[in-house]
């Protein structure tokens, strides 16, 4: 089993939809959480940062941690074509020291069509 | 946010040569670096982890003489591919760890280094 599931899509919305991404973990010391977008030929660019349970909200987008089910959430209101991308999951550990490494979801590619 | 740049973008080569990728911190000091490797349709595989001053750690099946890290300052981590050969084609990018002093720290990413050997 992975450390980090995520279904890889492809997912398809028409605009101004709400976009529901998740990922589910199997390591209970995960702390941190991240959503990262990723464009085409881009590098990753952070979206939301989530410290243990919770939600967490940013304009358009939600994070949401329950640590309880190992499962975290990204939902976009009023998807729009831009959102169009690869969404990446990742999550840390604490307590590692200078080895602490982010662990990676596949990525869901999102389609946002007008 | 802080920004982290690569260069070059993109890189062609022969097969056997080398190629030099550099990944700069612009705004921010990054005490470790990340190097990570990523396929079409593919998640991130990380190679190595930079650390300032240290020998870099790399991930297990990276083969370290192969891919050379220098982290020779602050701002600055290189990624050196020996002996290029075609299978070595990829996407490569780096990231960097803001030094802010918390339990965690965000990693942020360049824009990534398409690498094709001939």
């Known amino acids: ?114 | 946010g802080a920004v982290v740049s690569q260069h070059p973008s993109r890189v062609i080569c022969k097969s056997g040569t080398s190629v030099k990728i550099e990944c700069r911190s612009l705004d921010f000091q990054a005490t470790t670096m990340f190097w990570y490797r990523q396929f079409p349709k593919k998640s991130l595989m990380l190679m190595a982890t930079s650390n300032e001053g240290s020998k870099a750690t790399y991930e297990q099946g990276v083969e370290k003489d192969k891919f050379l890290i220098n982290h020779a300052s602050l701002t600055l981590s290189t990624l050196t591919v020996t002996s290029a050969h075609p299978e070595d084609s990829s996407f490569y990018i780096c990231s960097a760890r803001e030094l802010s002093g918390g339990e965690t720290d965000t990693q942020y990413f360049g824009p990534g280094t398409r690498l094709t050997v001939l």
């Open chain 1, 1 to 114: 089993q992975k450390e980090v599931e995520q279904d890889p899509g492809p997912l398809s919305v028409p605009e101004g939809a709400i976009v529901s991404l998740n990922c589910t973990y199997s390591n209970s010391a995960f702390q941190y959480f991240m959503w990262y977008r990723q464009y085409s030929r881009k590098g990753p660019e952070l979206l939301m940062y989530t410290y243990s349970s919770g939600n967490k909200e940013d304009g358009r987008f939600t994070a949401q941690v329950d640590k309880s089910s190992k499962y975290i959430s990204l939902f976009i209101r009023d998807s729009q074509p831009s959102d169009s991308a690869t969404y990446l999951c990742a999550m840390e550990a604490i307590g590692a020291g200078n080895n602490r490494k982010l662990i990676w979801g596949l990525g869901t590619s999102l389609a946002v069509n007008p």
